[in-house]
């Protein structure tokens, strides 16, 4: 007998990792939205998820600097070109799932398969922090490298296989459906970026 969660297709996760060589910060949210919702490709493509209005906040002074509104799609070329000069590399914690309600809620994705970040850090080197964006991908983390999922704008430290040794954060979620005013999340992620010494 079918069960619920068969009559959801497993979707892939659409995009390679984003690992600039010399990246220090590991950025890992959940899976991305359905593509119905995405103004670019690549990590945070929805136009009201706000990750990219943070980053714009903290690196350039401006909210709505990476926002095109007129278009209402990220400027990609922007976007990519500040990853590679502060060292920021982009992935998620899952690489397989099932949508149970159809929508991008991480309360109702089921995980059918994580993206265990040693394989993601084996390519940065210089990383030192790796920094979740919400719950769900705290918690898939946490449940592939052995470790507590850190307590909001906290981190773990995580020894890999080898003695290398890194900082697991939870930071807020940057969807609005998570009650939190933008700059009151952005306090979070500066927080972490000067830790990792991006700022």
Same mark, same amino acid.
């Given at each position: 007998?079918? /069960?619920?969660?068969?009559?959801?297709? @497993?979707? /892939?996760?659409?995009?390679?990792?984003?690992?600039?060589?010399?990246?220090? =910060?590991?950025?890992?949210?959940?899976?991305?939205?359905? !593509?119905?919702?995405?103004?670019m490709? *690549?990590?945070?493509?929805?136009?009201?998820?706000? *990750?990219?209005? @943070?980053?714009?906040? $903290? *690196?350039?002074?401006?909210?709505? +600097? $990476?926002? @095109?509104?007129?278009?209402?799609?990220?400027?990609?070329?922007?976007? %990519?070109?500040?990853?590679?000069?502060?060292?920021?590399?982009?992935?998620?914690? =899952?690489? %397989?799932?099932?949508r #149970?309600?159809?929508?991008? /809620?991480? %309360?109702?994705?089921?995980?059918?398969?994580?993206?265990?970040?040693?394989?993601?850090?084996a390519?940065?080197?210089?990383?030192?922090?790796?920094?979740?964006?919400?719950?769900?991908?705290? !918690?898939?983390?946490?449940?592939?490298?052995?470790?507590?999922?850190?307590?909001?704008?906290?981190?773990? =430290?995580?020894?890999?296989?080898?003695?290398?040794?890194?900082?697991?954060?939870?930071?807020?979620? +940057? /969807?609005?459906?998570?009650?939190?005013?933008?700059?009151?999340?952005?306090?979070?992620?500066?927080?972490? #970026?000067?830790?990792?010494?991006?700022?």
């Amino acid at each position: 007998m079918q /069960s619920d969660a068969d009559k959801y297709e @497993i979707e /892939s996760h659409p995009w390679e990792p984003w690992l600039p060589r010399d990246a220090k =910060v590991l950025f890992m949210g959940t899976f991305p939205p359905g !593509s119905h919702r995405w103004s670019m490709d *690549f990590y945070y493509p929805n136009p009201t998820n706000d *990750f990219w209005r @943070i980053m714009g906040l $903290l *690196f350039l002074g401006d909210a709505q +600097t $990476l926002y @095109i509104p007129e278009e209402k799609r990220f400027d990609l070329g922007l976007i %990519k070109d500040l990853t590679l000069r502060h060292g920021i590399a982009m992935s998620d914690t =899952v690489k %397989k799932a099932r949508r #149970l309600r159809g929508n991008a /809620s991480d %309360k109702f994705l089921e995980v059918i398969e994580g993206n265990d970040p040693a394989d993601l850090l084996a390519a940065i080197p210089l990383c030192t922090d790796v920094a979740t964006t919400g719950e769900k991908a705290a !918690s898939v983390i946490a449940a592939i490298t052995g470790t507590e999922a850190p307590a909001m704008g906290h981190y773990v =430290v995580w020894t890999m296989p080898g003695g290398r040794c890194v900082r697991i954060w939870r930071l807020p979620s +940057t /969807s609005r459906a998570y009650p939190l005013r933008l700059e009151a999340k952005a306090g979070y992620y500066r927080k972490m #970026l000067e830790i990792a010494g991006l700022l």
